[in-house]
């Protein structure tokens, strides 16, 4: 994995080379094996790398061989030794960038659409001053930019480009309504006004005059005629499709290992690579919180002696939160999305102790609908079939009184009280429903949020909305930057394409089926893991946050929130604030959810607006 950086002036041709050094220093934590920069007139790259294939070649800005195209690449290009073999092109190197290059040359940038893998990369035409800048299918390697007074500034990190400009932006109040429903601003926007996100499965051209030509070059196929599937055919496909992308996830020069929560789809991506590479014994990394509650290291552990791996493990407790969360959300460059992102860090860090590369298992829920969300889905949609308007009345009566222990149950009626079917799509993963997002910015100009297209299946239209945002905006981003912090390239096996494009194009029935969901996948694991470990109930990678607000992070947590020149006091409407604060503290009720995307936004806020720098020194 890499950084890259880059500036195109449209109306003044000169670039100081000390500008585009300083984007390039705010990416030393993604590539700090080397680093390299091209400019030419009004054009500039820079490029930071952490060297995963051809160790010693491949530096980049690289320019290919015709002397046209100029390219900095940030990903793993898993199939390049297959399309460089189909090829007729001067190579002078082993990797994968030159063969990005070569393709271009010689088919033009549809080549793009035969790259297997993970990528964020930016070309310069020389010829015609254009600027391509593109992004993986799944969103899993992040790309932002601006283009704005006379100039395009782009880089993989929003603090990249915030290095490359004049002056800071302001934080964009109308994306605040979208950070409350997901925790995350789904792209091209962001919480920095100005500054947009490329989104996944796109390319950007940025013409000579500065014009943004977007372009759409993939998204998940439709679901296959009625009665293209069985069921034991499907299990088979899936199995081969697991396989091949986890084969394809270990091609690198250094060490690979994998994370091991000792839920399905990390441990079938364990044994998959067992089973891929049995020459080798598989390096394992898990966490836990000392919260008997949620700790699954007990499974974790259980899997590692099932497959045979070296495995390590990391504990994580509140001290850690209240150390790493400043530091963390500089390199996020937003709001941290969810609790596990620090325990993540935590994971990343003790793992790039052993290896360099690991594998995740993000993407099996988001498939293969592997939340509970997925399993009421039906019912939710049944009911909402009564009157809106009823519907929101008794569930705003209820939810108020719903006790912790009834905290699945408080979710669905939250969904049931929203308007209408994208409404209720959203409010699955979201901390506020829109009546209370209404309240909390009243007198905020906000944007309305992203409607999904409804969906006559209502599972496959769940699944195209955590596909389209809740995947690459908020998991995927937490992936890349907490890994990255750690310069430790993740790679999730189960966002490989060609298995996307599979599970979207297998019926619904095969997902959640007599009520189980993930039926598909848990199927294909069954045949390599033990029963318990495939039936078990679903917990998820969860922290004890509803203790930690009411104990070692309770002074924190209402000085922030409450405090004099508190951001979120002085946007959001503060009696709400101090309501949310004390049903907490009372014990009867769970308002972590709440409490942590308030919290996070406040953190965000003084990172990057109370003080002047950006450097990475003063936030590290």
Known sequence: MCGIAGIRRFTRPEIDSRVLAGMVATLNHRGPDDSGFWQEG?????????????????????????????????????????????????????????????????????????????????????????VHLVRDRLGVLPLFYSNAAGELVFGSEVKTVLAGLPRRPEVD???????????????????????????????????????????????????????????????????????????????????VGAYLSGGVDS????????????????????????????????????????VGTDHHEVHVDAADFEH??????????????????????????????????VLSGEGGDELFAGYPKYRAAKAVAAISMLPGGLRSSVAGALDRHLPHRLGRARIALRVLGERDQAD????????????????????????????DPRNPDVIRGMLLGDLRSWLPDNLLERGDRMSMAASLELRPPL???????????????????????????????????????????????RVPLDAWFRGDLRDSMWDRLTGAGSFVGETFDRKAVRELLQRHESGTFNEENRIWTL??????????????????????
Not at 329 to 354: F, G, N
Not at 443 to 451: F, I, N, Q
């Open 324 to 357: 790493l969360w400043p530091k963390l959300t500089w390199h996020r460059d937003a709001p941290m999305s969810e609790p596990a992102d620090i325990a993540v860090y935590r994971l990343a860090e003790a793992a790039r102790q052993k290896v360099t590369v």
């Open 495 to 541: 966002l490989d394409h060609r298995l996307v494009d599979l599970a979207f194009r297998l019926p619904s029935d095969l997902k959640v089926r007599e009520g189980r969901t993930k039926w598909i996948l848990k199927e294909v694991a069954r045949r390599y893991l033990p029963a318990e470990v495939v039936d078990r109930r679903k917990v998820g990678f």
């Open 42 to 130: 009004g054009i500039g790259l820079g490029h930071t790398r952490l060297s995963i294939i051809d160790l010693a070649g491949s530096r980049q800005p690289m320019v290919s061989a015709d002397g046209r195209w100029a390219l900095v690449f940030n990903g793993e290009i898993f199939n390049y030794r297959e399309l460089r073999a189909q090829l007729s092109y001067p190579f002078t190197s082993d990797g994968d960038t030159e063969v990005i290059l070569a393709g271009i040359v010689t088919h033009g940038l549809s080549f793009i659409e035969s790259l297997l893998g993970q990528f964020a990369l930016a070309l310069v035409d020389r010829d015609t001053g254009s």
């Open 173 to 255: 109040l109308s994306s605040l309504d979208a950070y409350l429903l997901g925790r995350s601003v789904p792209a091209p926007n962001t919480l920095f006004d100005g500054i947009s996100k490329l989104p996944p499965g796109h390319r950007a051209e940025v013409t000579n005059d500065g014009r943004v030509l977007l372009t759409r070059y993939w998204e998940p196929p439709e679901a296959d005629p009625a009665g293209a599937w069985t069921p034991e055919r499907a299990i088979d496909a899936v199995d081969d499709a697991v396989t091949a992308a986890v084969g394809s996830a270990l091609v690198a020069d250094v060490p």
């Open 267 to 306: 441990s079938l991506i364990v044994a998959k690579i067992a089973a891929v590479q049995p020459e080798h014994r598989v390096t394992t990394f898990a966490a836990g919180f000392g919260d008997p509650r949620n700790d699954e290291l007990t499974w974790a552990r259980r899997v590692s002696e099932h």
């Open 599 to 620: 919290m996070s936004l406040e953190v965000w806020h003084e990172r990057f607006f109370s003080t002047r720098s950006i450097d990475p020194a003063i936030h590290r």
């Open 424 to 451: 209720q799509l959203r409010t699955w993963f979201a901390p506020f429903t829109s009546s209370e997002r209404e309240a909390l910015l009243a007198g905020v100009d906000s944007r309305p949020p992203v409607r």
